[in-house]
């Protein structure tokens, strides 16, 4: 009898303009995809969480009006760039069949919300490595994610270069 789960599963790789989240995906191309390129295990959905202009500025008071369609644009220009990057990398591992989506919002929720999407059964995100302090002020997305995401999650962490 054949088996019903012909369908693959699906693995959400969080991405933003940082070092840590292209090696993150460079990672996972080359630990999920690149082995078995020709019958890949997973089905490959790259998500960046494009902030909204009023939370990158963080001002909403007089003289805002101005500022954010400058914000707006830089914002499109750097998910522009963040999904090129990404989509040279994975074409220079021969990995072709991938979705990179953008969603505006704050990337705990968005990623958040693409595992439910898709119904992935493992996220990827990088690690910035940010301290206790840091992690407390500025809010980790691995760790939100790590705690809210309905799947399994996988930090990947850059190795110190020992000099």
């Known amino acids: 009898m054949e088996m019903a789960c012909s369908e693959k ?25 690149v082995p078995c ?13 494009k902030p909204t202009p009023t939370s990158a ?20 220009k750097i998910a522009a760039r963040v999904v090129e990057k990404a989509k040279e990398l994975c074409i220079s591992k021969s990995v072709n069949d991938v979705t990179v989506e953008v969603v505006e919002g704050d990337g705990r929720n968005v ?7 898709h119904h992935a059964s493992i996220l990827v995100v990088g690690s910035h490595g940010y301290g206790a302090i840091k992690r407390a002020v500025l809010g980790s997305v691995s760790d939100y994610c790590a705690h809210h995401a309905h799947c399994t ?11």
């Open 9 to 33: 599963q699906v693995m959400v790789v969080g991405i933003d303009d940082s070092e840590h989240s292209s090696y993150a995906l460079g990672w996972t191309l080359d630990h999920f995809f």
């Open 37 to 49: 390129a020709s019958n890949p295990t997973f089905k490959l959905v790259v998500v960046h969480a």
């Open 57 to 76: 500025v963080g001002l909403a008071g007089p003289g805002a009006a101005e500022v954010l369609p400058m914000v707006e644009a830089d914002l499109k």
């Open 111 to 117: 990623l958040c919300e693409a595992v439910e999407r």
């Open 153 to 163: 999650v996988m930090i990947v962490k850059r190795p110190k270069i020992k000099h």
